[in-house]
Protein backbone atom coordinates (compact mmCIF):
# COMPACT_ATOMS: atom_id res chain seq x y z
CA UNK A 1 0.00 0.00 0.00
CA UNK A 2 1.34 3.34 -0.94
CA UNK A 3 1.55 6.24 1.49
CA UNK A 4 -1.12 8.69 -0.22
CA UNK A 5 -3.34 4.75 -0.21
CA UNK A 6 -2.58 5.04 3.82
CA UNK A 7 -3.87 8.72 4.53
CA UNK A 8 -6.86 7.84 2.49
CA UNK A 9 -9.68 7.01 4.64
CA UNK A 10 -13.06 8.40 2.80
CA UNK A 11 -13.07 7.99 -0.69
CA UNK A 12 -16.31 9.45 -2.39
CA UNK A 13 -17.09 8.23 -6.38
CA UNK A 14 -19.97 7.81 -8.33
CA UNK A 15 -21.60 4.32 -8.57
CA UNK A 16 -22.03 3.08 -12.53
CA UNK A 17 -25.87 4.77 -12.66
CA UNK A 18 -24.07 8.39 -11.66
CA UNK A 19 -27.17 8.69 -10.20
CA UNK A 20 -25.49 7.55 -6.54
CA UNK A 21 -22.48 8.13 -4.74
CA UNK A 22 -20.58 5.36 -3.58
CA UNK A 23 -18.31 6.27 0.23
CA UNK A 24 -15.65 3.42 0.99
CA UNK A 25 -13.38 3.56 4.00
CA UNK A 26 -10.91 1.34 6.07
CA UNK A 27 -11.18 -1.09 8.67
CA UNK A 28 -10.35 1.48 11.30
CA UNK A 29 -13.34 4.24 10.56
CA UNK A 30 -15.99 1.27 9.84
CA UNK A 31 -18.33 2.45 12.51
CA UNK A 32 -17.61 6.01 11.73
CA UNK A 33 -19.28 5.54 8.11
CA UNK A 34 -22.13 3.36 9.52
CA UNK A 35 -22.83 7.03 11.30
CA UNK A 36 -22.34 8.95 8.65
CA UNK A 37 -24.75 7.08 6.04
CA UNK A 38 -27.17 7.16 8.85
CA UNK A 39 -27.08 11.08 8.59
CA UNK A 40 -28.52 10.50 4.52
CA UNK A 41 -32.13 9.12 3.80
CA UNK A 42 -30.73 7.33 1.12
CA UNK A 43 -27.92 5.53 2.52
CA UNK A 44 -27.46 1.98 2.15
CA UNK A 45 -24.64 -0.33 3.00
CA UNK A 46 -22.86 -2.16 0.52
CA UNK A 47 -20.79 -4.29 2.47
CA UNK A 48 -18.85 -4.14 5.38
CA UNK A 49 -16.54 -1.00 3.86
CA UNK A 50 -18.57 1.16 1.83
CA UNK A 51 -22.38 2.28 1.75
CA UNK A 52 -24.33 3.92 -1.04
CA UNK A 53 -26.25 7.52 -0.96
CA UNK A 54 -28.24 9.28 -3.52
CA UNK A 55 -26.46 12.05 -5.18
CA UNK A 56 -29.31 14.35 -4.83
CA UNK A 57 -29.56 13.40 -0.76
CA UNK A 58 -25.87 13.51 -0.81
CA UNK A 59 -25.16 17.68 -2.40
CA UNK A 60 -28.42 18.41 -0.56
CA UNK A 61 -25.77 18.06 2.79
CA UNK A 62 -22.41 18.26 2.18
CA UNK A 63 -21.72 19.24 5.47
CA UNK A 64 -22.27 15.99 6.72
CA UNK A 65 -19.59 14.83 4.88
CA UNK A 66 -17.44 17.44 7.05
CA UNK A 67 -18.16 15.72 10.23
CA UNK A 68 -16.23 12.74 8.87
CA UNK A 69 -13.38 12.52 11.68
CA UNK A 70 -10.18 12.29 9.20
CA UNK A 71 -10.49 15.52 7.62
CA UNK A 72 -7.40 15.05 5.79
CA UNK A 73 -7.59 11.52 4.69
CA UNK A 74 -10.92 12.45 2.48
CA UNK A 75 -10.50 11.85 -1.53
CA UNK A 76 -13.57 12.82 -4.01
CA UNK A 77 -13.45 10.78 -7.64
CA UNK A 78 -12.35 13.85 -10.07
CA UNK A 79 -15.80 13.88 -11.72
CA UNK A 80 -17.43 14.02 -8.49
CA UNK A 81 -15.51 16.69 -7.53
CA UNK A 82 -15.75 18.98 -10.20
CA UNK A 83 -19.67 18.35 -10.35
CA UNK A 84 -19.89 19.24 -6.51
CA UNK A 85 -17.64 22.30 -7.35
CA UNK A 86 -19.93 23.25 -10.09
CA UNK A 87 -23.02 22.73 -8.58
CA UNK A 88 -21.68 24.73 -5.50
CA UNK A 89 -20.28 28.18 -7.59
CA UNK A 90 -23.65 28.25 -8.92
CA UNK A 91 -25.40 28.27 -5.37
CA UNK A 92 -23.37 30.78 -4.69
CA UNK A 93 -24.04 32.73 -8.05
CA UNK A 94 -28.03 32.41 -7.28
CA UNK A 95 -27.75 33.33 -3.60
CA UNK A 96 -26.25 36.52 -4.57
CA UNK A 97 -28.99 37.29 -6.92
CA UNK A 98 -31.60 36.95 -4.50
CA UNK A 99 -29.83 39.07 -1.90
CA UNK A 100 -28.60 41.93 -4.39
CA UNK A 101 -30.92 41.08 -7.11
CA UNK A 102 -30.67 45.40 -8.21
CA UNK A 103 -26.88 44.44 -8.91
CA UNK A 104 -25.81 43.62 -12.34
CA UNK A 105 -25.66 40.20 -13.18
CA UNK A 106 -21.72 38.75 -14.30
CA UNK A 107 -22.29 39.24 -18.21
CA UNK A 108 -23.59 41.93 -19.67
CA UNK A 109 -26.17 41.07 -23.56
CA UNK A 110 -23.93 43.86 -24.58
CA UNK A 111 -20.92 41.96 -24.02
CA UNK A 112 -22.27 38.71 -25.85
CA UNK A 113 -20.95 39.56 -29.45
CA UNK A 114 -17.33 39.56 -28.44
CA UNK A 115 -17.65 36.14 -25.85
CA UNK A 116 -18.71 34.14 -28.66
CA UNK A 117 -15.61 34.36 -30.61
CA UNK A 118 -15.18 34.91 -34.48
CA UNK A 119 -16.22 32.24 -35.71
CA UNK A 120 -19.91 32.98 -34.78
CA UNK A 121 -21.79 34.63 -37.31
CA UNK A 122 -25.75 34.56 -36.93
CA UNK A 123 -27.99 37.46 -35.71
CA UNK A 124 -28.91 37.65 -32.40
CA UNK A 125 -32.08 39.21 -30.92
CA UNK A 126 -32.24 41.82 -28.12
CA UNK A 127 -34.08 38.75 -26.04
CA UNK A 128 -31.70 35.87 -27.36
CA UNK A 129 -28.61 38.34 -26.12
CA UNK A 130 -30.19 38.77 -22.63
CA UNK A 131 -30.86 34.81 -22.40
CA UNK A 132 -27.30 34.13 -23.37
CA UNK A 133 -25.87 36.36 -21.42
CA UNK A 134 -27.99 35.37 -18.15
CA UNK A 135 -26.97 31.51 -19.12
CA UNK A 136 -23.40 32.50 -19.20
CA UNK A 137 -23.37 34.40 -15.53
CA UNK A 138 -24.50 30.39 -14.15
CA UNK A 139 -22.12 27.59 -14.62
CA UNK A 140 -25.14 25.92 -15.95
CA UNK A 141 -28.69 26.48 -17.14
CA UNK A 142 -32.36 26.29 -17.82
CA UNK A 143 -34.26 28.12 -21.07
CA UNK A 144 -37.82 27.98 -20.29
CA UNK A 145 -38.80 30.02 -23.10
CA UNK A 146 -41.85 29.86 -25.52
CA UNK A 147 -40.88 27.85 -28.97
CA UNK A 148 -40.08 29.79 -31.39
CA UNK A 149 -38.03 32.06 -29.25
CA UNK A 150 -34.82 30.86 -30.67
CA UNK A 151 -33.94 28.53 -28.04
CA UNK A 152 -31.78 26.35 -30.10
CA UNK A 153 -29.51 29.41 -31.27
CA UNK A 154 -28.98 30.46 -27.63
CA UNK A 155 -27.89 27.26 -26.84
CA UNK A 156 -24.99 26.88 -29.39
CA UNK A 157 -24.53 30.47 -28.68
CA UNK A 158 -23.38 29.44 -25.07
CA UNK A 159 -21.50 26.43 -26.46
CA UNK A 160 -19.65 28.97 -28.75
CA UNK A 161 -18.76 30.66 -25.56
CA UNK A 162 -17.43 28.03 -24.23
CA UNK A 163 -15.35 26.85 -26.94
CA UNK A 164 -13.68 30.21 -27.48
CA UNK A 165 -12.78 30.14 -23.83
CA UNK A 166 -10.84 26.42 -24.47
CA UNK A 167 -13.68 24.97 -22.16
CA UNK A 168 -15.83 22.60 -24.37
CA UNK A 169 -14.47 21.09 -27.06
CA UNK A 170 -17.50 18.90 -28.53
CA UNK A 171 -21.25 18.60 -27.83
CA UNK A 172 -24.10 16.33 -27.26
CA UNK A 173 -27.93 17.25 -28.16
CA UNK A 174 -30.51 15.02 -27.21
CA UNK A 175 -33.66 15.84 -28.44
CA UNK A 176 -36.54 14.53 -30.44
CA UNK A 177 -36.43 13.29 -33.95
CA UNK A 178 -38.53 15.98 -34.85
CA UNK A 179 -35.62 18.75 -33.91
CA UNK A 180 -32.83 17.11 -36.14
CA UNK A 181 -33.70 19.22 -38.72
CA UNK A 182 -33.42 22.43 -37.04
CA UNK A 183 -29.97 20.93 -35.07
CA UNK A 184 -28.48 20.15 -38.33
CA UNK A 185 -29.23 23.35 -40.23
CA UNK A 186 -28.72 25.62 -36.55
CA UNK A 187 -24.79 24.09 -36.28
CA UNK A 188 -24.42 25.03 -40.19
CA UNK A 189 -26.11 28.71 -40.35
CA UNK A 190 -24.54 30.02 -37.02
CA UNK A 191 -20.89 29.61 -37.81
CA UNK A 192 -18.10 30.44 -40.03
CA UNK A 193 -16.69 26.86 -39.85
CA UNK A 194 -19.61 24.81 -39.49
CA UNK A 195 -19.92 22.36 -36.96
CA UNK A 196 -19.81 18.67 -38.01
CA UNK A 197 -23.33 17.04 -36.76
CA UNK A 198 -23.25 13.02 -36.11
CA UNK A 199 -26.24 11.27 -35.53
CA UNK A 200 -26.06 7.54 -34.04
CA UNK A 201 -28.15 5.98 -36.69
CA UNK A 202 -26.04 7.49 -39.72
CA UNK A 203 -22.18 6.34 -40.54
CA UNK A 204 -19.41 6.75 -37.93
CA UNK A 205 -17.69 10.76 -38.31
CA UNK A 206 -14.43 10.25 -36.36
CA UNK A 207 -14.67 14.37 -36.62
CA UNK A 208 -17.94 15.21 -35.73
CA UNK A 209 -18.13 18.10 -32.75
CA UNK A 210 -21.83 17.53 -32.36
CA UNK A 211 -22.98 14.44 -31.11
CA UNK A 212 -27.13 14.47 -31.68
CA UNK A 213 -29.28 11.84 -30.54
CA UNK A 214 -33.06 11.53 -29.71
CA UNK A 215 -34.36 10.49 -25.98
CA UNK A 216 -35.55 6.94 -27.40
CA UNK A 217 -32.40 5.67 -27.93
CA UNK A 218 -30.32 7.10 -24.69
CA UNK A 219 -30.89 3.94 -22.74
CA UNK A 220 -28.82 1.57 -25.57
CA UNK A 221 -26.10 4.10 -26.44
CA UNK A 222 -25.57 5.08 -22.80
CA UNK A 223 -21.85 3.27 -23.28
CA UNK A 224 -21.18 5.28 -26.37
CA UNK A 225 -22.70 8.35 -25.35
CA UNK A 226 -20.79 8.55 -22.08
CA UNK A 227 -17.34 7.49 -23.75
CA UNK A 228 -17.90 10.33 -26.16
CA UNK A 229 -18.50 12.91 -23.24
CA UNK A 230 -15.55 12.17 -21.39
CA UNK A 231 -13.19 11.88 -24.70
CA UNK A 232 -12.75 15.62 -24.33
CA UNK A 233 -14.23 18.40 -22.50
CA UNK A 234 -17.77 18.56 -23.52
CA UNK A 235 -21.30 20.51 -23.19
CA UNK A 236 -24.54 18.65 -22.92
CA UNK A 237 -28.35 20.37 -24.07
CA UNK A 238 -31.61 18.58 -23.65
CA UNK A 239 -33.64 19.91 -25.78
CA UNK A 240 -37.67 19.28 -24.94
CA UNK A 241 -36.28 18.39 -21.65
CA UNK A 242 -39.63 17.88 -20.14
CA UNK A 243 -39.01 14.61 -21.86
CA UNK A 244 -37.27 13.41 -18.94
CA UNK A 245 -39.46 15.06 -16.48
CA UNK A 246 -39.88 11.74 -14.46
CA UNK A 247 -36.13 11.95 -13.88
CA UNK A 248 -34.37 8.86 -12.46
CA UNK A 249 -38.06 6.75 -12.27
CA UNK A 250 -38.31 6.90 -15.90
CA UNK A 251 -35.62 5.51 -18.74
CA UNK A 252 -35.44 8.83 -20.17
CA UNK A 253 -34.48 10.93 -17.13
CA UNK A 254 -32.46 7.88 -15.55
CA UNK A 255 -30.52 7.65 -19.13
CA UNK A 256 -29.92 11.81 -18.75
CA UNK A 257 -28.70 11.94 -14.89
CA UNK A 258 -26.28 9.52 -15.79
CA UNK A 259 -24.81 11.40 -18.82
CA UNK A 260 -24.89 15.33 -16.86
CA UNK A 261 -22.56 14.92 -14.60
CA UNK A 262 -20.13 13.72 -17.42
CA UNK A 263 -20.18 16.82 -19.07
CA UNK A 264 -18.45 20.56 -18.10
CA UNK A 265 -21.68 22.41 -18.75
CA UNK A 266 -25.47 21.24 -18.68
CA UNK A 267 -28.54 22.87 -20.16
CA UNK A 268 -31.88 22.11 -20.52
CA UNK A 269 -34.65 23.51 -22.98
CA UNK A 270 -38.12 23.50 -23.00
CA UNK A 271 -40.93 25.59 -23.17
CA UNK A 272 -43.33 23.53 -20.78
CA UNK A 273 -40.78 22.93 -17.51
CA UNK A 274 -43.76 21.84 -15.31
CA UNK A 275 -47.00 19.84 -17.25
CA UNK A 276 -48.24 18.58 -14.04
CA UNK A 277 -46.74 20.88 -11.07
CA UNK A 278 -43.39 21.53 -9.23
CA UNK A 279 -42.24 17.48 -9.15
CA UNK A 280 -41.66 17.90 -12.79
CA UNK A 281 -39.85 21.34 -12.24
CA UNK A 282 -37.75 19.58 -9.00
CA UNK A 283 -36.52 16.97 -11.71
CA UNK A 284 -35.51 19.07 -14.17
CA UNK A 285 -33.78 21.81 -12.17
CA UNK A 286 -32.19 18.07 -10.28
CA UNK A 287 -30.69 17.43 -13.53
CA UNK A 288 -28.78 20.95 -14.10
CA UNK A 289 -27.99 21.13 -10.57
CA UNK A 290 -27.86 17.81 -8.59
CA UNK A 291 -29.41 18.28 -4.94
CA UNK A 292 -29.36 22.15 -5.08
CA UNK A 293 -32.02 22.68 -8.00
CA UNK A 294 -34.47 19.96 -6.82
CA UNK A 295 -34.04 21.41 -3.09
CA UNK A 296 -34.58 24.70 -4.31
CA UNK A 297 -38.11 23.83 -5.77
CA UNK A 298 -39.22 22.66 -3.13
CA UNK A 299 -38.30 25.08 -0.62
CA UNK A 300 -39.81 27.73 -2.83
CA UNK A 301 -43.23 25.96 -3.35
CA UNK A 302 -43.60 24.73 -0.03
CA UNK A 303 -45.56 28.01 1.38
CA UNK A 304 -47.90 27.77 -1.52
CA UNK A 305 -47.39 31.48 -2.75
CA UNK A 306 -46.50 30.49 -6.30
CA UNK A 307 -45.80 34.43 -6.86
CA UNK A 308 -42.67 34.47 -4.13
CA UNK A 309 -42.00 30.93 -5.87
CA UNK A 310 -41.66 31.91 -8.97
CA UNK A 311 -39.56 35.31 -7.62
CA UNK A 312 -37.08 32.43 -5.51
CA UNK A 313 -36.31 30.56 -9.05
CA UNK A 314 -36.02 33.02 -11.35
CA UNK A 315 -32.47 33.41 -11.12
CA UNK A 316 -32.41 29.39 -12.05
CA UNK A 317 -33.94 30.04 -15.61
CA UNK A 318 -33.89 32.28 -18.38
CA UNK A 319 -37.72 32.72 -20.29
CA UNK A 320 -38.73 34.57 -23.15
CA UNK A 321 -42.77 35.27 -23.47
CA UNK A 322 -44.72 35.49 -26.54
CA UNK A 323 -45.80 38.75 -25.18
CA UNK A 324 -42.04 40.28 -25.08
CA UNK A 325 -41.93 38.92 -28.73
CA UNK A 326 -44.58 41.02 -29.74
CA UNK A 327 -46.35 38.01 -31.70
CA UNK A 328 -49.94 38.73 -32.73
CA UNK A 329 -52.72 37.27 -30.27
CA UNK A 330 -54.07 33.96 -30.16
CA UNK A 331 -57.95 33.19 -30.14
CA UNK A 332 -58.29 30.01 -28.47
CA UNK A 333 -62.30 29.18 -27.72
CA UNK A 334 -64.00 25.89 -26.55
CA UNK A 335 -66.62 25.11 -28.90
CA UNK A 336 -69.35 22.66 -27.17
CA UNK A 337 -71.23 20.11 -29.11
CA UNK A 338 -74.14 17.65 -27.97
CA UNK A 339 -74.57 14.27 -28.26
CA UNK A 340 -76.87 12.46 -30.06
CA UNK A 341 -79.26 10.22 -28.10
CA UNK A 342 -77.49 6.83 -28.97
CA UNK A 343 -74.18 8.36 -28.58
CA UNK A 344 -74.85 9.50 -25.18
CA UNK A 345 -76.82 6.68 -23.88
CA UNK A 346 -73.46 4.37 -24.92
CA UNK A 347 -70.92 6.83 -23.62
CA UNK A 348 -72.87 6.45 -20.02
CA UNK A 349 -72.91 2.84 -20.15
CA UNK A 350 -68.78 2.76 -21.14
CA UNK A 351 -68.39 5.74 -18.30
CA UNK A 352 -70.35 2.94 -16.02
CA UNK A 353 -68.91 -0.57 -16.75
CA UNK A 354 -66.01 -0.08 -14.63
CA UNK A 355 -65.87 -2.25 -11.95
CA UNK A 356 -65.18 -0.85 -8.25
CA UNK A 357 -62.38 -3.00 -7.53
CA UNK A 358 -60.07 -1.30 -10.65
CA UNK A 359 -60.13 2.26 -9.27
CA UNK A 360 -56.68 1.71 -7.37
CA UNK A 361 -55.16 0.41 -10.67
CA UNK A 362 -53.35 3.31 -12.56
CA UNK A 363 -53.05 1.01 -15.74
CA UNK A 364 -56.71 0.50 -15.59
CA UNK A 365 -57.76 3.99 -14.87
CA UNK A 366 -55.50 4.93 -17.85
CA UNK A 367 -57.31 2.81 -19.82
CA UNK A 368 -60.47 3.57 -18.93
CA UNK A 369 -59.59 7.66 -19.53
CA UNK A 370 -59.01 6.60 -23.26
CA UNK A 371 -61.74 4.30 -23.59
CA UNK A 372 -63.96 7.66 -22.22
CA UNK A 373 -61.94 10.09 -24.26
CA UNK A 374 -62.98 7.85 -27.26
CA UNK A 375 -66.16 7.16 -26.25
CA UNK A 376 -66.88 11.35 -26.03
CA UNK A 377 -65.68 11.35 -30.06
CA UNK A 378 -67.24 7.85 -30.97
CA UNK A 379 -68.24 5.42 -29.28
CA UNK A 380 -67.59 3.29 -32.88
CA UNK A 381 -63.35 4.14 -32.26
CA UNK A 382 -64.17 1.32 -29.22
CA UNK A 383 -64.45 -1.68 -31.69
CA UNK A 384 -61.16 -3.19 -33.11
CA UNK A 385 -61.30 -2.87 -37.24
CA UNK A 386 -59.50 -5.27 -39.22
CA UNK A 387 -56.52 -3.25 -38.92
CA UNK A 388 -55.49 -0.76 -36.01
CA UNK A 389 -55.76 2.17 -38.96
CA UNK A 390 -58.75 1.41 -40.53
CA UNK A 391 -61.10 4.29 -41.03
CA UNK A 392 -65.06 4.30 -39.40
CA UNK A 393 -67.45 3.60 -42.45
CA UNK A 394 -69.82 6.15 -42.18
CA UNK A 395 -73.25 5.78 -43.89
CA UNK A 396 -74.05 9.10 -45.49
CA UNK A 397 -76.66 9.86 -44.82
CA UNK A 398 -77.42 8.28 -41.57
CA UNK A 399 -79.59 5.47 -41.74
CA UNK A 400 -82.86 5.27 -39.25
CA UNK A 401 -82.11 3.59 -35.99
CA UNK A 402 -84.11 0.15 -35.12
CA UNK A 403 -86.04 -0.17 -32.26
CA UNK A 404 -85.92 -4.00 -31.35
CA UNK A 405 -81.74 -4.12 -31.32
CA UNK A 406 -79.44 -4.31 -28.14
CA UNK A 407 -77.37 -1.44 -27.41
CA UNK A 408 -73.95 -3.48 -28.01
CA UNK A 409 -75.60 -4.88 -31.51
CA UNK A 410 -75.97 -0.71 -32.21
CA UNK A 411 -72.47 -0.14 -31.48
CA UNK A 412 -71.73 -2.46 -33.73
CA UNK A 413 -72.88 -0.56 -36.34
CA UNK A 414 -73.10 3.17 -34.88
CA UNK A 415 -71.18 4.75 -38.38
CA UNK A 416 -74.51 3.71 -40.17
CA UNK A 417 -76.58 5.85 -37.67
CA UNK A 418 -74.80 9.02 -36.85
CA UNK A 419 -72.12 10.88 -37.81
CA UNK A 420 -69.99 11.73 -34.61
CA UNK A 421 -70.99 15.65 -33.74
CA UNK A 422 -67.40 16.58 -33.74
CA UNK A 423 -66.58 14.98 -37.11
CA UNK A 424 -69.45 17.23 -38.06
CA UNK A 425 -67.98 20.38 -36.29
CA UNK A 426 -64.53 19.28 -37.72
CA UNK A 427 -65.81 19.05 -41.52
CA UNK A 428 -67.65 22.61 -41.38
CA UNK A 429 -64.57 24.32 -39.75
CA UNK A 430 -62.28 23.00 -42.46
CA UNK A 431 -65.16 23.48 -45.52
CA UNK A 432 -65.40 27.20 -44.09
CA UNK A 433 -61.70 28.20 -44.10
CA UNK A 434 -61.00 26.33 -47.20
CA UNK A 435 -63.81 28.70 -48.77
CA UNK A 436 -61.26 31.44 -47.48
CA UNK A 437 -57.99 30.35 -48.76
CA UNK A 438 -57.03 29.23 -45.32
CA UNK A 439 -55.61 26.07 -44.20
CA UNK A 440 -56.03 23.87 -41.29
CA UNK A 441 -54.34 21.78 -38.80
CA UNK A 442 -56.74 19.25 -37.48
CA UNK A 443 -55.31 17.85 -34.26
CA UNK A 444 -56.81 14.57 -32.76
CA UNK A 445 -55.47 11.55 -30.43
CA UNK A 446 -56.10 8.11 -31.99
CA UNK A 447 -55.41 6.69 -34.99
CA UNK A 448 -58.64 5.42 -36.31
CA UNK A 449 -60.04 9.30 -35.49
CA UNK A 450 -57.08 10.10 -37.98
CA UNK A 451 -57.85 8.09 -40.73
CA UNK A 452 -61.65 8.58 -40.48
CA UNK A 453 -60.88 12.61 -40.51
CA UNK A 454 -58.76 11.47 -43.46
CA UNK A 455 -61.44 9.92 -45.37
CA UNK A 456 -63.78 12.33 -44.49
CA UNK A 457 -62.48 15.27 -45.37
CA UNK A 458 -60.78 13.88 -48.81
CA UNK A 459 -62.48 16.76 -50.72
CA UNK A 460 -59.57 18.69 -48.80
CA UNK A 461 -56.90 16.53 -50.68
CA UNK A 462 -55.67 16.58 -46.79
CA UNK A 463 -52.31 15.44 -45.26
CA UNK A 464 -52.20 12.84 -42.43
CA UNK A 465 -49.20 12.32 -40.29
CA UNK A 466 -48.68 9.80 -37.39
CA UNK A 467 -46.06 7.50 -36.08
CA UNK A 468 -46.78 5.23 -39.22
CA UNK A 469 -46.45 7.39 -41.63
CA UNK A 470 -43.88 6.08 -44.25
CA UNK A 471 -43.04 9.99 -45.30
CA UNK A 472 -43.37 12.42 -42.72
CA UNK A 473 -41.35 15.22 -44.79
CA UNK A 474 -43.27 15.02 -47.64
CA UNK A 475 -46.79 15.13 -45.78
CA UNK A 476 -45.52 18.21 -44.50
CA UNK A 477 -44.15 19.57 -47.57
CA UNK A 478 -47.73 19.10 -49.14
CA UNK A 479 -49.97 20.74 -46.75
CA UNK A 480 -46.72 23.64 -47.12
CA UNK A 481 -46.83 23.85 -50.77
CA UNK A 482 -49.59 22.35 -52.57
CA UNK A 483 -52.62 24.46 -53.22
CA UNK A 484 -55.16 21.65 -53.04
CA UNK A 485 -54.05 20.41 -49.71
CA UNK A 486 -56.11 22.22 -47.09
CA UNK A 487 -56.00 20.19 -43.98
CA UNK A 488 -53.39 18.56 -42.06
CA UNK A 489 -54.61 15.94 -39.84
CA UNK A 490 -51.93 14.39 -36.80
CA UNK A 491 -51.40 14.07 -32.97
CA UNK A 492 -49.65 15.76 -30.99
CA UNK A 493 -47.28 12.81 -29.57
CA UNK A 494 -46.15 12.70 -33.55
CA UNK A 495 -46.20 16.29 -34.45
CA UNK A 496 -46.23 18.37 -31.00
CA UNK A 497 -42.91 19.05 -31.07
CA UNK A 498 -39.99 20.47 -33.50
CA UNK A 499 -41.76 21.79 -36.98
CA UNK A 500 -43.00 25.23 -37.44
CA UNK A 501 -46.38 25.70 -39.43
CA UNK A 502 -46.91 29.14 -38.90
CA UNK A 503 -45.64 30.66 -42.06
CA UNK A 504 -48.60 28.55 -44.09
CA UNK A 505 -51.51 27.49 -41.37
CA UNK A 506 -53.43 29.70 -39.24
CA UNK A 507 -56.11 28.12 -37.90
CA UNK A 508 -56.35 24.95 -35.76
CA UNK A 509 -59.32 22.25 -34.40
CA UNK A 510 -58.71 19.92 -31.26
CA UNK A 511 -61.05 17.19 -31.91
CA UNK A 512 -60.00 15.63 -28.53
CA UNK A 513 -57.52 16.68 -25.81
CA UNK A 514 -55.75 14.28 -23.07
CA UNK A 515 -54.53 15.33 -19.52
CA UNK A 516 -50.76 16.20 -21.22
CA UNK A 517 -50.92 19.68 -20.28
CA UNK A 518 -47.36 19.70 -21.87
CA UNK A 519 -48.26 18.60 -25.21
CA UNK A 520 -51.25 20.60 -25.58
CA UNK A 521 -49.18 24.02 -25.24
CA UNK A 522 -46.41 22.43 -27.36
CA UNK A 523 -48.97 21.80 -30.20
CA UNK A 524 -50.34 25.07 -30.12
CA UNK A 525 -46.99 26.71 -30.82
CA UNK A 526 -46.71 24.71 -34.16
CA UNK A 527 -48.54 27.53 -35.56
CA UNK A 528 -47.98 30.25 -33.37
CA UNK A 529 -44.71 31.74 -33.55
CA UNK A 530 -41.82 33.93 -33.84
CA UNK A 531 -42.35 35.15 -37.82
CA UNK A 532 -45.33 35.93 -37.65
CA UNK A 533 -46.91 39.09 -39.54
CA UNK A 534 -48.58 41.42 -36.88
CA UNK A 535 -51.97 41.20 -38.65
CA UNK A 536 -51.57 37.24 -38.50
CA UNK A 537 -55.03 35.99 -37.16
CA UNK A 538 -54.63 33.01 -35.41
CA UNK A 539 -57.62 31.04 -34.54
CA UNK A 540 -57.73 27.65 -32.24
CA UNK A 541 -60.97 25.49 -31.85
CA UNK A 542 -61.53 23.27 -29.12
CA UNK A 543 -63.95 20.85 -29.58
CA UNK A 544 -65.65 19.38 -26.39
CA UNK A 545 -68.88 16.80 -26.10
CA UNK A 546 -71.37 18.39 -23.19
CA UNK A 547 -71.72 16.01 -20.21
CA UNK A 548 -68.60 13.79 -20.69
CA UNK A 549 -64.86 13.33 -19.91
CA UNK A 550 -63.69 16.41 -21.81
CA UNK A 551 -64.99 18.73 -19.28
CA UNK A 552 -62.29 16.86 -16.67
CA UNK A 553 -59.95 17.24 -19.22
CA UNK A 554 -60.47 20.98 -19.74
CA UNK A 555 -61.29 21.49 -15.83
CA UNK A 556 -57.37 20.00 -15.25
CA UNK A 557 -55.88 21.10 -18.23
CA UNK A 558 -56.66 24.92 -17.22
CA UNK A 559 -55.27 24.03 -13.19
CA UNK A 560 -52.33 23.00 -14.34
CA UNK A 561 -51.61 25.85 -17.00
CA UNK A 562 -52.80 28.09 -13.97
CA UNK A 563 -49.20 26.72 -11.93
CA UNK A 564 -47.14 26.53 -15.21
CA UNK A 565 -48.27 30.21 -15.74
CA UNK A 566 -48.19 31.53 -12.00
CA UNK A 567 -44.87 29.73 -11.61
CA UNK A 568 -42.70 31.53 -14.75
CA UNK A 569 -44.61 34.32 -14.12
CA UNK A 570 -45.81 34.16 -17.71
CA UNK A 571 -49.83 35.52 -18.29
CA UNK A 572 -49.89 34.72 -21.18
CA UNK A 573 -49.65 30.36 -20.61
CA UNK A 574 -52.43 31.45 -18.04
CA UNK A 575 -54.80 33.10 -20.66
CA UNK A 576 -54.75 29.83 -22.67
CA UNK A 577 -56.27 27.33 -20.35
CA UNK A 578 -54.45 24.45 -20.59
CA UNK A 579 -50.94 22.68 -20.14
CA UNK A 580 -48.52 19.03 -20.85
CA UNK A 581 -46.20 15.74 -20.98
CA UNK A 582 -44.71 12.37 -21.90
CA UNK A 583 -46.24 9.02 -22.08
CA UNK A 584 -47.07 6.48 -19.48
CA UNK A 585 -49.07 3.62 -18.45
CA UNK A 586 -51.60 6.01 -17.25
CA UNK A 587 -52.10 8.07 -20.52
CA UNK A 588 -51.19 11.28 -18.72
CA UNK A 589 -52.70 10.96 -15.91
CA UNK A 590 -51.26 12.76 -12.15
CA UNK A 591 -52.90 12.03 -9.05
CA UNK A 592 -55.27 15.12 -9.11
CA UNK A 593 -56.29 13.78 -13.28
CA UNK A 594 -57.34 10.26 -11.51
CA UNK A 595 -59.72 12.05 -8.33
CA UNK A 596 -61.26 14.43 -11.20
CA UNK A 597 -61.97 11.51 -13.50
CA UNK A 598 -63.17 9.35 -10.19
CA UNK A 599 -65.32 11.99 -9.52
CA UNK A 600 -66.48 12.21 -13.18
CA UNK A 601 -67.42 8.61 -13.20
CA UNK A 602 -69.21 8.43 -9.84
CA UNK A 603 -66.83 6.33 -7.54
CA UNK A 604 -65.18 8.96 -5.23
Known sequence: ?????????????????????????????????????????????????????????????????????????????????????????????????????????????????????????????????????????????????????????????????????????????????????????????????????????????????????????????????????????????????????????????????????LAKRRLILTGTPAPNGSKDLENLLGFVWPGHGQRSVVQAVAGGDLRHASTVLRPLFTRTTKQELGLPPMDVRVRYVDMPDLHAEIYNSVKNGMSDGARDDLSTLGKTALRLLMAATSPALLLEGATRYEPLAYQLPPLEIPQSDSLFTLLQDLPDYELSPKYKEAIAIVAANAAQGRKTLVWTTFVRSLTTLAKLLEKYAPAMVYGGTPDRDEELRRFREDPSCMVLISNPATLGEGISLHHVCHDAVYVDRDFMAGRFLQSLDRIHRLGLRPDTETRVTVLAARNTIDGVVEARLDQKLEFMGKILDDPSVQQLSDLQEEPSVAAGLASDDIAALLQHMGMS
Open 1 to 261: MTEATARTSLRLSFDATRTKVVLRTTDEYREDLVQLAARFPTGGQLGPLSVSVGLDDLLADLNAVSTWPHHTGVEWDPELRDLVLGVLQDAEAVQRRLVAPEQAPEVSPDDVPEILGHDWQAELNAFQRRDIAKLLSLQHGANFSVPGAGKTRVALAVYAAQKAQGKARRLLVVCPKSAYESWEYETGACFVNALRPWFPDRSLDPFAEVLIVNYERLDRSLGMLAAWLQAAPSMIILDEAHRMKLGARGTYGAACMALGP
